[in-house]
């Protein structure tokens, strides 16, 4: 006959851990230990939530409701997608602090309450009244502010003004220059084919700096004062510098830019030495730039973006070549970073017997831009086989991904969202796919093994700078002979310089959507 204790009825119902476990993880890791000691125990698994992270998904599993996705400000004032909750038979909207405003949000040293807002909230909130909702609930634990909520009403339209009358508020809009800062020192800067005009240790003297910002000033030690329009100025908040490109320096300032340029043509070095595949299909040579202002060049009536639900583009080739049958984006986009066409071109510059110099082959390739890419091209059908070969292996690595994860987590077709070829979510942010709220880039799998430092993969073009994209929650690597994949969190992982191999300090995600 068994002891009673080992009959007990057992409600497990905690928080999360912050920066640790979820709340259902804590639920399930307690289960486990429960069951170890008492087998026949009857447990009940309720994860509570204190308004912070999570609260959204413990009321959805009491009343319901859809996700709603939108693009808002994170505490810095940086683009992300957040959701909330929409019960549309009752218009209530449950917005949970966290998604736009969360301290989960930011790293570590980016933790401070003198920078961030809560406009992204306020954000969330104007969504929902557009929306229609007559009710909104609000949960504010987990946040990385400490704004009063001025931040979420500016969102909303609101005015602050100080005991002098002065507009503090992220949306203020009066004046000549609503913000302005003072600074040490302009740095002429050139890292070719860029050129920018940075300014040094900045301190912010009125206004406050935030989305709907329009003027910048900028007022130097001896009173000099530079004034530039919000879209042109670049501004780091952690590093407290700015820079400004120098075709709009140049513009505002010309006098001044051509004295920053006499310094620059003494730095301005008369070859690269780096004339090789994979420093050639790098931004910072500008050869890609100049293939993609060669194929402008070549097809103006081809140029443009896309603007669909789930492809909204940058601009570039549409409606002519396309990468899949059937859609308008083209295959000739692929052009500026593949290393395959880069050696192409590599070769075929190499047959004039001309120098090795980056310039001289950037010169090349506007020069002969229609021999090169126009629609007549012997190269270009070489080319365009070239990356179709490529596109068709990181399509199928994608396809056997897509069929996977619905079968895995019993997923619909609307769970899942595939951001078109071009699209800013793919360009830019490095997503290919969104499911359930959730963000995942996916690379091909040769094989896996494990390291002292955690677990590595084989794979290929896999970049280091995944890391630092905010909006990109997993890495995904498939593998095609054995139909199958595994998931990590976008955290903690180191990659060789070929991209070939990367070796993951965290541990394998069973579940990305519990």
């Not at 969360?102 to 920078?115: D, F, H, S, T, V």
């Not at 989305?211 to 407290?240: C, W």
């Amino acid at each position: 006959m068994g002891h009673y204790f080992d009959y007990m009825n057992i409600l497990i119902c905690p928080d999360k851990f912050k920066d640790s476990l979820t709340a259902q993880q804590v639920c399930e890791a307690l289960e486990i230990g429960i069951k170890r000691r008492r087998p026949k125990s009857v447990i009940q698994l309720m994860p509570l939530a204190d308004g912070g992270e999570g609260t959204l998904e413990v009321i959805k599993t009491i009343h319901g409701g859809e996700w709603v996705q939108k693009k808002v400000n994170d505490p810095l004032f940086r683009p992300i997608e957040a959701n909330y909750l929409w019960l549309a038979d009752q218009k209530i909207a449950y917005i949970e602090m966290s998604r736009a405003s969360g301290i989960e949000l930011l790293k570590i040293k980016e933790r401070n309450p003198y920078l961030t807002s809560t406009f992204g909230t306020g954000e969330l909130i104007l969504d929902a009244i557009e929306k229609g909702a007559t009710e909104i609930v609000l949960t504010i634990g987990g946040s990385a502010t400490n704004d009063a909520g001025i931040g979420m009403a500016a969102a909303l339209g609101f005015k602050f003004l100080n005991i002098l009358k002065t507009i503090i508020t992220e949306n203020s809009s009066d004046g000549d220059a609503n913000v302005e800062f003072t600074f040490r020192d302009i740095k002429p800067w050139i890292k070719y084919p860029m050129n920018r005009i940075y300014f040094n240790n900045l301190s912010l003297k009125s206004g406050r700096f935030g989305s709907d910002t329009e003027n910048i000033a900028l007022i130097s030690n001896d009173g000099e004062v530079y004034k530039f329009d919000i879209d042109d100025f670049n501004y780091n908040r952690l590093k407290r510098n700015a820079y400004v490109e120098g075709s709009v320096f140049k513009q505002i300032y010309p006098q001044e830019m051509d004295s920053l340029l006499d310094l620059v043509d003494q730095q301005k070095p008369t070859s690269t030495g780096n004339f090789d595949v994979s420093y050639l299909k790098k931004n910072e040579s500008g050869v890609p730039k100049t293939i993609l202002d060669t194929l402008k060049e070549i097809y103006p009536n081809n140029w443009g973006r896309i603007n669909q639900p789930d492809c909204e583009t940058l601009d570039g080739v549409i409606d002519i070549f396309p990468a899949v049958p059937g859609e308008r984006w083209s295959i000739l986009n692929f052009f500026d970073t593949n290393p395959g066409v880069i050696k192409i071109l590599i070769e075929e510059y190499k047959k004039e017997n001309r120098n090795e110099s980056t310039d001289d082959f950037k010169s090349w390739i506007k020069e002969n831009g229609e021999k090169l890419f126009g629609e007549s091209s012997d190269i270009l059908k070489k080319l365009i086989k070239t990356n179709i070969r490529s596109f068709d292996s990181g399509s199928k690595t994608e396809d056997t991904f897509m069929r996977l994860v619905k079968q895995k987590f019993g997923l619909e077709d609307k769970d899942v969202v595939r951001y078109c070829l071009g699209s800013i979510k793919d360009r830019v942010d490095s997503i290919d796919f969104s499911i359930k709220g959730k963000t995942f880039q996916v690379k091909p799998a040769d094989k896996t093994f494990k390291t002292d430092n955690g677990i590595g993969v084989y794979t290929f073009g896999m970049k280091k700078s995944y890391m630092y994209k905010r909006n990109l929650d997993y890495i995904v690597y498939v593998n095609n002979k054995l139909d199958s994949f595994i998931i990590f969190p976008n955290s903690n992982y180191s990659v060789d310089k070929t991209g070939r191999e990367t070796i993951h300090k965290s541990s394998p995600v069973k579940n990305p959507f519990d």
